[in-house]
T-cell receptor, first 116, second 114 residues
Framework: AQSVTQPDIHITVSEGASLELRCNYS??????LFWYVQSPGQGLQLLLK??????LVQGIKGFEAEFKRSQSSFNLRKPSVNWSDAAEYFC??????????????FGTGTRLQVTL | DAGVTQSPTHLIKTRGQQVTLRCSPK?????VSWYQQALGQGPQFIFQ???????QRGNFPDRFSGHQFPNYSSELNVNALLLGDSALYLC?????????????FGNGTRLTVT
């Protein structure tokens, strides 16, 4: 069965500092990997996705993530955090076997707090 | 271009009652998936609908059922509500078989069971 671990429940960074959110997954084959962001009371917005190809993926809002098969990781990074980035971040893994990425397994999320 | 829309936004029900939640997919999408997000948790997959049939199902009891209409919109029904069913219910749409078609989520329906 596939699973996702986000080791950091809560992270606080200063505005302008760099950010790295960790994600480790468990999946038997090549996974589909995603990062979503959720603001309070809102749905999830897709930041970026990895299906295949280049292991460094660029997303919206200046985020990027790197797929490392040897470490089963898909960490999210941003060089300079804005106050507006404060939110809950979810990593998710989907099956590449079904040809569709509807059945996702999510991690428990990392809450990002940004201080001024 | 309208995204995924869900109704209602909030709902309060009593234990034992039944509830129906509604979802309209993003324009151009034909597949709808439903997720349950308990407070402080990540979303959990309930089921997926495509061509008006349930295609995949997560680890949820039969009290959870759904339907997809010819216009691709969908309903989630929950019978015999339990306190533990209180959660944010998220609908997501995508294009079936589209390898590069990730899920687009609505803002959810907050269900409170008292």
């Amino acid at each position: 069965a596939q699973s996702v671990t986000q080791p950091d429940i809560h992270i606080t960074v200063s505005e302008g500092a760099s950010l790295e959110l960790r994600c480790n997954y468990s999946y038997g084959a090549t996974p589909y990997l995603f990062w979503y962001v959720q603001s309070p009371g809102q749905g999830l917005q897709l930041l970026l996705k990895y299906f295949s190809g280049d292991t460094l993926v660029q997303g919206i809002k200046g985020f990027e993530a790197e797929f490392k098969r040897s470490q089963s990781s898909f960490n999210l990074r941003k060089p300079s955090v804005n106050w507006s980035d404060a939110a809950e971040y979810f990593c998710a893994v989907g099956s590449s076997n079904t040809g569709t990425a509807s059945k996702l397994t999510f991690g428990t999320g990392t809450r990002l707090q940004v201080t001024l | 271009d309208a995204g995924v829309t869900q109704s209602p936004t909030h709902l309060i029900k009593t234990r034992g009652q039944q509830v129906t939640l509604r979802c309209s997919p993003k324009s151009g999408h034909d597949t709808v998936s439903w997720y349950q997000q308990a407070l402080g948790q990540g979303p959990q997959f309930i089921f997926q609908y495509y061509e008006e049939e349930e295609r995949q199902r997560g680890n949820f009891p039969d009290r959870f059922s759904g339907h997809q209409f010819p216009n691709y919109s969908s309903e989630l029904n929950v019978n015999a509500l339990l306190l533990g069913d209180s959660a944010l219910y998220l609908c997501a749409s995508s294009l079936f078989g589209g390898e590069n078609s990730p899920l687009h989520f609505g803002n959810g329906t907050r269900l409170t069971v008292t």
